[in-house]
């Protein structure tokens, strides 16, 4: 699987959009970008994901490049509690069920 | 759906003892994943699961071990605890690899003194 790489932390004012930037420039084309984040200590919480097409739900939007080697996260509105952790990762392939790997992440601070 | 459940949730070992950490899905997910998470680190997954009686290794498998006798259950078993196993683990699962998000259960923090 495609490894990724993020910032390490990021700070967002409260009520601006939150951008982060994922590189995984060897991504295949049959591998999936998710997001995860982790706020304290708890189990980590999926996000959204996406393979081509650009994507929103009620959570985030995910932008992907046309090349797929890079992908960028947005909470439009970011609020205190997004304060997390946030994982890119890539996954996809039944060959390659147990090789995705949850890097350091981004630590995002929202701050007032 | 209670989702992914793990216990115990807090454990304190002593060196060289032996526990198993129990990890149960309701969701009729066919894959299954430990991680372990140190402090201020990533998650690294241990072993995972593609199906009842299918495990293989992942990144840090050394001094554990598993078993998946069924699609609900997923138990790690830790022989001969040692201080580097001080972590927090994490169980998740999904539906599949590629579109399939996964589910993660609370976490049981472990300490080996």
């Known amino acids: 699987d495609a490894k990724t790489t993020q910032p390490p932390s990021m700070d967002c004012a409260e009520g601006r959009a939150a951008n982060l930037p994922c590189n995984h420039s060897t991504i295949s084309g049959n591998e999936y970008v998710y997001w995860y984040r982790q706020i304290h200590s708890q189990g980590p919480q999926y996000i959204i994901h996406g393979l081509k097409n650009n994507e929103t739900n009620e959570m985030a939007s995910l932008i992907i490049t046309e090349d797929r080697k890079s992908s960028t996260l947005i909470l439009p509105h970011a609020t205190l509690r997004d304060t997390a952790v946030y994982y890119c990762i890539v996954r996809g392939g039944n060959t390659n069920a147990g090789k995705s790997t949850f890097g350091d992440g981004t630590t995002l601070t929202v701050k007032p | ?113």
Not at chain 2, 79 to 99: D, H, I, M
Request: charged share 15%; net charge neutral.
């Open chain 2, 1 to 113: 759906n209670a989702g992914v459940t793990q216990t115990p949730k807090f454990r304190i070992l002593k060196i060289g003892q032996s526990m198993t950490l129990q990890c149960t899905q309701d969701m009729n997910h066919n894959y299954m994943y430990w991680y372990r998470q140190d402090p201020g680190m990533g998650l690294k997954l241990i072993y995972y699961s593609v199906g009842a009686g299918i495990t293989d290794k992942g990144e840090v498998p050394n001094g554990y071990n598993v078993s998946r006798s069924t699609t609900e259950d997923f138990p790690l078993r830790l022989e001969l605890a040692a201080p580097s196993q001080t972590s927090v683990y994490f169980c998740a699962s999904s539906r599949g690899t590629g579109e399939g998000e996964q589910y993660f259960g609370p976490g049981t923090r472990l300490t080996v003194t």
